[in-house]
């Protein structure tokens, strides 16, 4: 099987520069621990330029999907994720420019090949993962997770690559697991 790494197109130029709010917590977002949001639908303040691109992801340090983007993976079956509403507000005006998902995915896993995949030492003395592989028998058929070696990444499966590829889905990239390298 082939797994594929899910992600914004990067540098999308065009993007709006969004702060991520106090209320969302990147790294339990990234470990998927349920959030506690006072109100929904959170709000996210952006500088937004004219020439604005809202694209079906965006990745600010949190996955934020379009309903596009949630529709598909709804319709692949993907069930480990949790979504919770968010409106992108224009800072100048505070009008509501899109309206995204907050993904927090549940689905963790650890799956890494060791015989497979390749480690350097860097400036700390820390051996670090430098290019990845996955041990198939370990995902056990989950068609998306988060690689538990390193929890930033969103993995899918060839047969979900497939599937989203066929949605032309905008600003959004599923690079082979090959293409990822990690500087030491």
Known sequence: MQYYIL?????NT???FIELPDEIDM??????NTPFFDELPIRIEAEIEDDVLFTDMLNPGVPLFSGRLKEA?????VSCIEYYPVHIINEDNGRCEAEYWLAIIKEIIACIDLQASEFAENSMGKEVITRFSIDEKRCAGASLFRFHNIPGLIIVNESLKQSLKAKELLGVTL????EYYQKP
């Not at 992600?7 to 540098?11: L, Q, T």
């Not at 790294?27 to 998927?32: A, E, F, L, W």
């Not at 690079?175 to 090959?178: L, M």
């Open 7 to 11: 992600d914004e197109i990067s540098p």
């Open 175 to 178: 690079k082979h697991t090959r």
């Open 73 to 77: 993976l709804e319709e692949e079956g």
């Open 14 to 16: 065009n993007a709006p």
């Open 27 to 32: 790294i339990d977002t990234i470990m998927g």
